[in-house]
């Protein structure tokens, strides 16, 4: 009988200090918090069985094949069929859950569709359960909880569970977008204005859904996860303006933008179609295991016809940091993800002149990379990613990889006039935004993902691969003026 009290490092969990950080304590033992706990799937679960990897071999071919086929070709899977061919096994659920009683764990959640068991303790439970130390940290940016070295799990779990999300809760990821000073004061005073007065359109329904405790809890900050929010919903809601927006709120950490990503995904009632995210962080600063399953996470929306557009980055090749290398951002930098850049627009007597890359070298932004395929392309280093996942005509951790498969408009200078805060201002925002076809968007229904400020809309323009839709879309009901402002 198990007694899960022999314990082995889980492969990929290591997590380092935030540089700069110092350790002001032990974190109170009988603080409570929720982890989740991620499974194998079934392939794997059969792979084990037999010895061999034929099982997940077959299920990432047919992932590939799906990836190469064209839109009106490809056959996505049912969420029933989801379930039985990539979803966790119920033996395994009560395995955790075993473990989980054996440890003084309560069981919040299972759910076979995204292979997961949420689970609810003290840190001193957790501790012990999973062989960790957890300390409050102090660094410039703010503190959080966090851990290093790996995770360690029961060795009656080992192969069983891929990832343990939650005990470290540090900021994860970064909204991309920048905001200018207010541009011109208007009449609009919130969203609903916004779109009245504004944009002469009916407002989109608007649904708050939280994830992981998180809420609609505005800052103030339009610079902050508030511009984030406000921009997503103002930008999706001019596409489509009959559409509904879902949006998922969420804690800034590992656990919560996975959970997020994993609710929309999976969302049975909204049931989304297309999610866009603007949140992102550099591949060197996620932990292994998160970076693999946020991997299959988005793997398992394209076998669903799902297509995730991410933000690929405001901050070059260097993503931000100072080490003198090149980084890309993730989960842009996923193969299943559509990595989303900017260009900066011109016009002239009030027509489209011109459009080429947003670059910023003069401020310290770091440096785009030259053209390809007619347009020039956010580069980085994939430094850290499972070589599994790596797209073809990219090297780990030697060349540069194109972060990029999709352009628009993004320039603040050039950027859309929007509402960010309740009070009678309009700023200039730039951020990465979405092309498609017009005719589909305009009978699209759309869901939002914030949390961390994820947004996310939903639609069916967007291909699973990345592939670039043949037309751009113009904003609707938005006209270009002479001075390159959008009103």
């Not at 022999?6 to 935030?18: A, D, F, I, N, T």
């Not at 957890?134 to 990832?163: C, F, K, Q, W």
């Amino acid at each position: 009988m198990a007694n899960y009290r022999e314990h082995v490092p889980l492969k990929g969990s290591e997590r380092v200090v935030v540089p700069g950080a110092k350790a002001i304590g032990a974190t109170s033992p009988d603080q409570l918090l929720q982890v989740t706990v991620l499974l194998r799937s079934r392939a794997q679960a059969e792979d084990a069985k037999t010895g061999n990897t034929r099982a997940t071999t077959g299920e990432r071919a047919a992932v590939e094949t799906l990836q190469k086929q064209r839109s009106e070709e490809r056959q996505h899977l049912t969420r029933e069929k989801f379930l039985e061919q990539r979803g966790a096994l119920e033996e395994d659920i009560r395995k955790v859950e075993d473990f989980a009683q054996e440890y003084g764990l309560s069981i919040v959640e299972t759910n076979l569709a995204k292979g997961s068991v949420k689970l609810a303790g003290s840190v001193a439970s957790f501790d012990r359960a999973f062989d960790v130390e957890l300390l409050n940290y102090e660094h410039p940016g703010g503190s959080y909880r966090g851990r290093t070295g790996p995770v360690h799990i029961p060795t009656e779990l080992d192969g069983i569970v891929t990832a343990v999300l939650g005990l470290d809760n540090r900021p994860q990821a970064r909204p991309h977008f920048r905001t200018h000073k207010p541009a011109i004061t208007a009449r609009s005073r919130d969203v609903r204005r916004y779109f009245r007065s504004t944009l002469n359109l009916t407002p989109p329904k608007v649904v708050a859904i939280s994830v992981d405790g998180a809420h609609n809890s505005p800052t103030g900050d339009p610079g902050g996860p508030d511009g984030e929010v406000m921009l997503d919903i103002e930008v999706a809601g001019a596409v489509a303006p009959k559409s509904t927006l879902a949006v998922y709120f969420a804690p800034n950490t590992d656990q919560g933008f996975y959970d997020a990503i994993a609710a929309a995904i999976h969302d049975t009632r909204y049931n989304p179609s297309v999610i866009s995210i603007s949140w992102g962080g550099p591949e060197s600063t996620w932990s292994q295991q998160s970076l693999n399953e946020y991997n299959t996470v988005l793997e398992d929306a394209a076998t669903l016809g799902v297509t995730v557009c991410v933000a690929s980055g405001d901050n070059g090749s260097t993503d931000g940091l100072t080490d003198g290398l090149q980084h890309v951002d993730f989960p842009a930098s996923s193969p299943y993800a559509l990595a989303c850049g900017g260009t900066k627009l011109t016009t002239a007597s009030g027509r489209y002149a011109s459009e080429d890359v947003w670059n910023e070298t003069a401020i310290q932004e770091g440096r785009r990379c030259g053209p390809r395929h007619g347009l020039r392309r956010l580069c980085g280093r994939a430094g850290v990613r499972d070589r599994r996942h790596e797209r073809r005509g990219s090297a780990l951790g030697r060349a540069y990889s194109t972060n990029q498969r999709l352009s628009r408009q993004e320039d603040w200078r050039s950027g859309f006039t929007l509402v960010l805060t309740n009070r009678d201002e309009l700023w200039h925002v730039s951020r990465h935004y979405l092309r498609g076809e017009r005719r589909i968007l305009r009978r699209a229904r759309l869901g939002c993902m914030h949390g961390l400020g994820l947004a996310g809309r939903v639609g069916n323009s967007f291909s699973a691969n990345g592939e670039a839709p043949s037309r751009t879309l113009r904003i609707l009901h938005v006209k270009v003026t002479d001075t390159g402002k959008n009103t």
